[in-house]
């Protein structure tokens, strides 16, 4: 383990809270639901992203040098563990999967360094240098500019567009980094803007009123923002000490010292900076919900496995889950293990723990398990005479020792039993128990039930 133990990990923290999000109404004012979540987890992707035609070189800075007082943690949020993998690295994630980005720095405290440099190399990012930062953040990111246009590196390199983004907004899409980038390249600078959420008013020195703002005149700047290099580097170059130790706005920045006025896009709600601890526990919520929408159930072909996948694929539906169903991982369908997705063998013959053992060899070759834990779930199908492996009785052991091995590699095993039944309203009650804690097992991710054969 490379992260100092008192790291904290955020199940726990709050209790599940939110509902699923949907889009905003017509009105960009007063929009009636926060907004839709990201289609795919932060940094990864499950469906492939439209092609992007960006022939302008683009990199990144990510602010990552702060210390999250707010929070209240000691750990700066930055670095707080979702599911054994710190925040930053999600949001690193949403940026390397971009292919027309070519490079991320990332800016951290100078102790942080050593820790920022094992997180890379953990989880194997692979376009990212890390940078040291200043005490605030116009002075981090100014740092992380600077080492974007270093002197002796190749002119090629410096890149035509320079993407800002906090470290800590981990759901950020291709789709509006791409509007940003664009709007950037045309106008020297672009950044996200929200519909502000509570009126602003301005207090008088003693704590009274002295006026308040018409609401629908203003907007919550966010990020990303998105600017041409030599406004950013020039407005960095220009702007006051000040500016460095007091401001809160690179677009400002670009407008009070190049002149150049920022193309303002509206972005989605899940664009928010994780500023306080409830942010952390909404944040895990998202990544988890993200995690749990698509399996693939496995069936190795036989006609009553197939049969029981085909009805979980309706259950499962029902409860918002995608469920592909295919023989085995050959071949073209090899393409489901380099995805998020989970995992479902459903088995009824006496080799399911074989099935099992050679699922659990792909998806470790696959490396997955490496970015978040996986979840497998064995549903196995007993008929009267198939209560057995190899002969032998399913003992709950057997399952259990099988997971306590693949826990180790990040693979959180779990059983289903169900049996078949003649009796049809029997039987889809089994299906549908079958499905809901399927759903259950994969939302919850619980450690705790790592290995147990459930029935269903
Ligand atoms: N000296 C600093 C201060 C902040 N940041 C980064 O700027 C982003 C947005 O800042 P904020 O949310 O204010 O983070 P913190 O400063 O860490 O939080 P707090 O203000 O609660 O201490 C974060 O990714 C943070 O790490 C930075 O790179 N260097
Ligand atoms: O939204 C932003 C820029 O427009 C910044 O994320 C915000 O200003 C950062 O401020 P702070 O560090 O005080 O949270």
Redesign the pocket.
Known sequence: MKFPTHFPHISGLMEDHHKKMQSDSCDPDRPTHPGTFPTCEAGRSDHQPAERSVDFPVSVVLPAGGTGERTGLQTPKQFCLFMGRPLISYTIQAFERVSWIQSIVVVVAREHMDLMTDIVQQFQHTKVRVVPGGST?HRSIYNGVLALGEEGRPVADKPKVVLIH?AVRPFVEEDFLYKIAMAAKEQGAAGAIRPLVSTVIATTSEGYLDHSLERAKYRA???PQGFTYDVIYQAYQKCSESDFEFG??CLHLALQYCGTNAKLIQGPPTLW?V?YKRDLAAAESIIKDTLSRSACAITGGSAQAVTLAGALQKAVGALNMELAVIPDLTGENGWYLLKDWNFIQVSVNRSCLSEVEALLTDLEAAKQALLHPLVVILVLLNGSDELSVSGRALEPEAIMDLASAAKLRNILLYGIQLHQSEDTQRWERSVSRVAEITSALIRDRSPALVGQLLQA
Do not use: A, F, Q
């Open positions: 953040r906090d700047s966010e990020m809160t706005e900076k500023t």
